[in-house]
């Protein structure tokens, strides 16, 4: 009894919440029939993300570099040069290269031999020709 009442309730809302989606769909087909406005949207909404993640990511590399000069003066180093605090290209590769060597140094090393058998028997379902088409279908 208690669970035909939940399940009456639940089907009510849920009907209630489908008949709102259909009247809301039919005032924005009524507004913009052609689906402009929403295809402007979406394009808006997409541009507006990539300069925000743009800003994020020009502004980060500022921000950690602000935070090793600070650190650097905790520790009583002054560097004035901005280049000395920076990673060349070559570095980056090498602490990249020895990263992925460890890691993969972490794994089991399993056996890569590959063994290939013939079978003797040439039959395959695959290849048969007993699937095949026959007759020309009309």
Request: glycine fraction near 4%.
């Amino acid at each position: 009894m208690f669970l035909t009442v939940i399940l009456q309730v639940t089907q009510s809302v849920t009907d209630t919440a489908i008949v709102k989606v259909h009247r809301n769909s039919e005032l924005f087909m009524k507004i913009d029939p052609y689906g402009i406005g929403m295809t402007v949207i979406g394009y808006v909404i997409v541009f507006i993300a990539l300069l925000l993640l743009y800003i994020v990511f020009y502004n980060l590399t500022k921000i950690l570099t602000g935070n090793i000069q600070r650190i650097l003066r905790k520790e009583g180093k002054i560097i004035d040069d901005k280049s000395a605090i920076e990673i060349s290209g070559e570095v980056n590769a090498a602490i990249a290269a020895a990263i992925y060597l460890y890691y993969n140094e972490l794994h089991d090393q399993e056996n890569t031999v590959l063994t290939i058998n013939r079978v003797s028997r040439a039959y395959s379902p695959w290849s048969s020709k007993i699937y095949s088409l026959r007759q020309y279908p009309r």
